[in-house]
């Protein structure tokens, strides 16, 4: 994808991509560390943008794993198609999971990475992909997203950090990733 693009997708729809440039290798490799990605049966990705985190969850799946990437952004959907030949890209919106993975005939899944930009999603979209995500893990499967850190004591923030604590049993933070522009840190939570 030519430079700039994520910034030009991010201009003129700002409410479906939250980031003005890439995540950077060390949040990546922090959001797929820890959550089970090399033992699992089967990976959703919610948001997958340019790919970056894709690529570090295909480096990490087993070789029987498999990896769906739900992405909203047509332009960004033709660009993981283009990078990712044998992953599961999927047009559509992460608050149709259930739907998706019953429409693709697939069970429950192991894990689920998000790159959505919760912060310019309104409670009720929140609450909706989130129940999603949990009523299809398997038990003791994971969900990993991140956040950036200037946006933690923002009501945005506090609210998400509360409605993953009602959805989920466990929610650990991780440290901050200081090399990733802006600094952010990963939420992984377990069904």
């Not at 047509?74 to 030949?85: Q, R």
């Not at 009523?135 to 946006?151: C, H």
Request: hydrophobic share 45%.
């Amino acid at each position: 994808m030519k430079r700039g693009v994520l910034f030009t997708r991010f201009l003129r729809h700002p409410a479906q991509v939250g980031a003005l440039c890439p995540s950077s290798r060390s949040l990546c490799r922090t959001i797929v560390s820890e959550i089970g990605v090399e033992r699992a049966g089967l990976v959703v990705e919610l948001g997958p943008g340019t790919g970056v985190i894709t690529r570090e969850i295909v480096h990490r799946l087993p070789e029987a794993g498999r990896l769906l990437a739900i992405e909203l952004d047509a332009a960004l959907c033709a660009h993981l198609l283009e990078m990712f030949p044998d992953v599961d890209i999927c047009h559509d919106s992460a608050s149709r999971l259930g739907e998706i993975l019953a429409e693709k005939r697939v069970g429950a899944v192991d894990a689920v990475v998000s790159g959505l930009p919760w912060a310019v999603f309104p409670e009720s979209l929140q609450r909706e992909i989130l129940n999603e995500v949990s009523g299809n893990l398997v038990p003791g499967g994971w969900f990993a997203t991140f956040a950036y850190l200037q946006g933690l004591m923002l009501p945005a923030g506090i609210r998400f950090r509360r409605l993953l604590n009602e959805t989920f049993s466990e929610v650990v933070t991780s440290r901050v990733v200081w090399r990733n522009v802006p600094p952010a840190f990963v939420y992984r939570c377990r069904k």
